[in-house]
């Protein structure tokens, strides 16, 4: 098992620094050099469980489809930017908005564990 979580946490850093996502970690946020990070997706509420962390506007869209994070965000925090979210690929479907410098340590429907496409509102490229 520990086997498996290593090979796993290794290829969703592989799919994450290919979309612009800065860093995946299993540790909580709090609990890292990276709390300082300019926005945060997480798989637990509360900031926990896997995470990707960036940046200023590391990318402007990214489908998360063929990331462990594809319908499993369970907690968002923006520092300082927006991000806004699809719950289908491609940019589809349930729209939403996550104000800067604010944290959902708790998603509720229809954003808990359905969200597949990100996009950075403003970033370049």
Same mark, same amino acid.
């Given at each position: +098992? &520990?086997? +498996?979580?290593?090979?796993?946490? =290794?290829? !969703?850093?592989?799919? =994450?620094? %290919?979309?612009? !996502?800065?860093?995946?970690?299993?540790?909580?946020?709090?609990?890292?050099?990276?709390?300082?990070?300019?926005?945060?997706?997480?798989?637990?509420? $509360?900031?926990?469980?896997?995470?990707? *962390?960036?940046? $200023?506007?590391? !990318? &402007?869209?990214?489908?998360? &489809?063929? %990331? =462990?994070?594809?319908?499993?965000?369970?907690? !968002?925090?923006?520092? *300082?930017?927006?991000?806004? %979210?699809?719950?289908?690929?491609? *940019?589809?479907?349930?729209?939403?908005? *996550?104000?800067?410098? $604010?944290?959902?340590?708790?998603? %509720?429907?229809?954003?808990?564990?359905?969200?597949?496409?990100?996009?950075?509102?403003?970033?370049?490229?």
């Amino acid at each position: +098992m &520990r086997n +498996m979580k290593k090979a796993l946490i =290794a290829l !969703i850093t592989g799919l =994450a620094l %290919t979309a612009g !996502i800065v860093s995946v970690t299993t540790e909580t946020a709090s609990a890292t050099s990276q709390g300082n990070a300019y926005w945060k997706l997480c798989s637990d509420y $509360y900031l926990d469980g896997t995470c990707a *962390f960036g940046g $200023y506007y590391p !990318i &402007r869209n990214s489908d998360l &489809r063929s %990331t =462990a994070l594809n319908d499993n965000i369970s907690s !968002i925090q923006t520092n *300082f930017v927006a991000i806004e %979210t699809w719950n289908d690929i491609n *940019f589809k479907g349930t729209y939403g908005y *996550f104000q800067p410098n $604010y944290t959902w340590n708790v998603l %509720t429907s229809p954003y808990n564990n359905s969200i597949s496409s990100v996009s950075f509102p403003g970033a370049v490229g």
